[in-house]
């Protein structure tokens, strides 16, 4: 993760993984050479508000500056699609940061499309009981 800019400590990369990989909508894939670890690439399969059938996400696609241009990112993205394709997933979504202008073409010769924009805003965590997971707005109380 630190590849892409995302500091993250070897403890707090394993505590993340442990319930990543605990959770089967969860895959995470990883590239090696011999011993060195080169690449990974990490996916989520999940239904959808808007289609009927499930969708899949590239949460993470990272490979070690030394081995990129080399075909391991392709590797990855191709295992992670035979995958997503074993579980009846029919569309796949990822998000890049704006300045990431080879990830777009990598992934532009990949077949992928930009389809739209997406924002983020960090949030403050509630300490307190955590609400239901959905809820349904009472629309006669007027």
Known sequence: MCELGYETTSDQMRARLKLIL????YSTFVARIGKELCGMIGTLTHMSHEHNDLSGKIVALVVSKKQRRSGVGRTLVAAAEKDFATRNVTRVTLTTRFE???????????????????????????LEERPAKSSVADADEE
């Open 100 to 126: 990431r202008d080879e990830a777009h073409q990598f992934y532009g010769a990949l077949g992928y499309s930009r389809t739209g924009f997406r924002f983020a805003k960090n949030l403050a965590p509630v």
């Open 22 to 25: 605990s959770d089967a909508l």
